[in-house]
């Protein structure tokens, strides 16, 4: 059987599937004659399926496209495993989509279990018998999850847990290591209870179990505690606010890491934080919550601890640094940090937009590699633009993490978007096949989606929406001079066919939809941006201290003062202008557009002016290759060109000045 021949729901034994080239077994496995495998999700896009050494496939036991079963993997009769998610959830539509599934090495799944796409499981961890798991769930390693038991998507559960049977765990949940879940323990993650009301968007805030909490059988944990490292909690018990990390086997609640502000500040890697620099603006932003801000310090936490887990530093492998990116970005989804700021509507939280700045302005303090590592990005596009299939199909999987490309620039530079020579030709059945080349694309291979922008038919600029996978994509890297965590490259349009659904809003308004999109995404490049100058300042004003302190120098030079003094007013105020830009645009503000070309040009500015100052101070060791500091300067410098060439971003503003200044002069005539 080809693999076009499948179709959604369609089973069909292992020899079939073996003879389509969609199953690859290892050695010394046994998988039963009545095993079925779906190879075809509800969309009709085929996976195939991967089966290690030693594994055992048990009678009637249902593997879908995307399973990948490690060696010495058990999976027994009736199980279900990698099955496409469809339906409604709260804010979200999930459209039946496959996605990878993995189950580590020597792990059981018992029969009966339900494990739905996009799952991974660690090595050696146990699923018990009719237990259901959700949708982009991930388990740690040697973990133990007992019989009937749900665990609801996105939840993320860690190494050597214990759940009891008959609990229930809403979605986002957090299990950190060698937690241990009694019995029918339940968890709230819905402070209002709310179900398709079509004037109230519920607020979804998991419960978290911190490393090694306890908590006892029949007990409901909710919305939005956190029990602490090593806590216990008594059997029957309904949780309703934080419980404190034990210390010495005595509960305390003095014991908690101390506050900043609003928020606590996590460990980087030069023993300061970003929420240092955050927390002076906090109370005074308009919009922004105890609550958002307490977010912000958690995100720095789960940000510091993944970068510690997966290191992206410039010394790590291109390959491996892009891999470790898009773990970190997933596990930030899972989380609940992703869609910290994204709509309700999108299936975010519905928080509000400068919350993302600020997390992207923390993204830049530790890597400007980070820079998609909340939000939507680009897939922005398709959740405000989109026709219903495509962004029933798409915007689950941008959710969980899954990147978004943009291809605009053509040879001529991207400034020139009315000089797209990229093409579509119109067909009898109502497609398009569009034909040209784009440059310098970011996101060239770990991108699941593009939105691509070309001229349509009758000549006016449009945007179109293409599976990364599609055939006639063909891609040549490119190795830019910084932001090199993620592929760089041309991309190649060959006959690329679109359905009138595959176009963003109407035919003709690419441009529209340009102005607005990146009115609403500058300001978050401008943030990052100054993240990483703000990490720059902290690293060099440290070690000036660490010198001074060992005798090395007597004192900081003048100099050296006022370039830090300098520096640090810059930053703070560009900061502001950025979380300015990013209030206008979330409200459609006319003038979102002019702030956000000049402030991400003005803050872009300010970020490598402060680090050219700065950097000398640190001596030779700031200029090493592969260095932090070096690092942010390559980075800071590619962001000169990317997003937005400073010079096309100035005219745009003082074109606009220049056109309000009219409009303005024009009402007072009248």
Not at 184 to 197: A, F, H, Q, Y
Not at 607 to 629: K, T, Y
Request: one cysteine or more.
């Amino acid at each position: 059987m080809d693999e076009h021949e499948f179709v959604p729901g369609a089973a069909v034994s292992a020899a079939e599937l073996a003879r389509s080239g969609l199953l690859r077994v290892g050695e010394a496995t046994q998988i039963s004659p009545y095993a079925l495998f779906m190879p075809a999700d509800e969309y009709g896009s085929v996976r195939p399926v991967e089966i290690g050494t030693g594994c055992r496939v048990g009678a009637y036991a249902v593997l879908c496209g995307g399973t990948v079963l490690g060696a010495g993997t058990c999976v027994e009769e009736h199980a279900l495993v990698g099955r496409p998610e469809r339906g409604y959830a709260v804010r979200h539509v999930y459209p039946g989509t496959g996605a990878r599934t993995v189950l580590g090495r020597d792990a059981v799944v018992r029969s009966g279990a339900v494990i739905y796409a996009g799952v991974e499981i660690g090595d050696g961890t146990l699923v018990g018998h009719h237990t259901l798991l959700r949708s982009l769930v991930t388990v740690g390693q040697e973990s133990q999850l007992g019989h009937h038991l749900t665990v609801e998507r996105a939840s993320r559960i860690g190494v050597q847990v214990r759940c009891s049977p008959g609990s229930h765990l809403t979605s986002s949940c957090v299990l950190a290591d060698r937690v241990f879940l009694g019995a029918g323990v339940r968890t709230v993650n819905d402070r209002e209870l709310i179900w398709r009301d079509p004037d109230r968007e519920p607020e979804l805030v998991p419960p978290r179990f911190e490393r090694g909490a306890r908590v006892g059988s029949g007990s409901v944990i909710l919305a939005g505690v956190t029990v602490g490292e090593d806590a216990l909690v008594g059997a029957g018990s309904v949780v309703t606010r934080d419980i404190p990390r034990r210390i010495g086997g005595l509960r305390r609640a003095g014991a908690r890491a101390p506050q900043q502000g609003p928020g606590r500040p996590a460990v980087s890697i030069n023993g300061h934080s970003a929420a240092v620099w955050l927390a002076p603006l906090l109370p005074s932003l308009p919009g922004v919550a105890e609550l958002d801000a307490l977010r912000v310090g958690r995100f720095e936490d789960t940000l510091a601890n993944l970068l510690s887990r997966y290191p992206v530093s410039s010394r790590v492998e291109p390959r491996v640094r892009s891999r470790r990116l898009a773990r970190i970005r997933r596990a930030l989804a899972t989380g609940g940090f992703l869609g910290l700021a994204v709509s309700a509507r999108d299936g975010g939280c519905g928080g509000p937009a400068i919350v993302q700045a600020l997390m992207q302005f923390t993204c830049g303090y530790h890597d400007a590699d980070l820079r998609d590592a909340t939000g939507l990005g680009h897939g922005r596009l398709i959740a405000q633009h989109a026709a219903l299939p495509v962004r029933e199909r798409w915007l689950s999987r941008l959710i969980a993490g899954d990147l978004a490309g943009i291809a605009i620039t053509e040879s001529h530079g991207g400034s020139q978007v009315h000089a797209t020579t990229t093409a579509a030709t119109a067909h009898p059945d109502g497609t398009w096949t569009v034909v040209g080349t784009k440059t310098w694309i970011s996101r060239l291979n770990e991108a699941a989606v593009f939105i691509v922008f070309f001229k349509d038919p009758a000549g006016r600029l449009s945007a179109g929406v293409i599976d990364a996978a599609d055939r006639g994509l063909e891609r040549h890297p490119a190795v830019p001079c910084g932001l090199t965590g993620w592929a760089w490259g041309e991309l190649r349009l060959h006959d690329v066919r679109l359905r009138p659904c595959d176009i963003l809003c109407r035919p003709g308004e690419g441009m529209a939809l340009l102005r607005s999109h990146f009115a609403h995404y500058r300001p978050l490049v401008a943030a990052t941006a100054l993240g990483v100058a703000a990490a720059v300042h902290d690293t060099v004003a440290a070690q000036l201290s660490e010198r001074w302190s060992a005798g090395i120098i007597s004192k900081p030079r003048d100099n050296a003062l006022i370039a830090l003094g300098r520096a640090y007013a810059q930053i703070n105020a560009a900061l502001l202008a950025a979380l300015t830009a990013q209030q206008l645009a979330e409200s459609d503000d006319h003038r979102a557009e002019i702030w956000g070309c000049a402030i991400k040009a003005h803050a872009v500015d300010v970020a490598n002016a402060a680090v050219a100052d700065l950097v000398p101070l640190a001596g030779a060791g700031g200029c090493a290759v592969g260095s932090p500091l070096e690092k942010a300067g390559r980075d800071l410098r590619a962001l000169l060109y990317a997003d937005g060439i400073h010079d096309s971003l100035y005219r745009a503003a003082g074109r606009a000045v220049m056109n309000l200044s009219r409009v303005s002069q024009q009402r007072e005539s009248a």
